[in-house]
């Protein structure tokens, strides 16, 4: 804020407030950036030229079927439909997934119910990783709407 000082008036000294803003420095930075963007723009683009090849992949094939573990809440357990136990697990997970290229690279989908105990819980994943089996998610239910 600036004050003007002005000889005349009612006292020796009085200040009248100036209540205009100075807008010369926002113009400066404005200018400033609109000058880098303006050299910086075509720095960025690409101004090889170069033809390239049209891509001809063949169409993936599906992908396989996921494989999902379920625990209920009195801790029985299920490798898709199939009941299992804890102790077999890994070895009914392997069978299941049977010919797959590497099964221990599949990933696998762990449902819960919500009452399921967390020591039940972590018994599936420890079994899991005893077997080699690390990659794994967990399937929640989705209460958007």
């Known amino acids: 804020m600036a004050a003007k000082l002005s000889g005349s008036g009612g006292g020796r000294y009085q200040e009248d407030m100036n209540s205009d803003i100075n807008v010369t420095p926002f113009v400066d930075v ?34 396989p079927k996921p494989v999902y573990i379920s625990i209920q809440a009195n801790g029985r357990l ?29 990933r696998i989908f762990i449902r819960a119910d919500k009452d399921v105990l967390y020591g039940d819980f972590m018994g599936v994943m420890n079994m899991l990783q005893d077997n080699q089996f690390y990659s794994v998610a967990l399937v929640g239910e989705d209460k958007r709407k």
């Open 30 to 63: 404005m200018l400033v950036l609109l000058i880098i963007f303006m050299v910086a723009a075509p720095l960025a683009a690409v101004t090889v030229k170069v033809d390239l090849p049209p891509a001809v992949a063949k169409p993936s094939t599906n992908p």
């Open 78 to 106: 299920f490798i898709m439909d199939k009941p299992t136990d804890l102790a077999s697990l890994g070895d009914d997970l392997r069978a299941h997934l049977g010919d797959r290229r590497n099964p221990t690279k599949e």
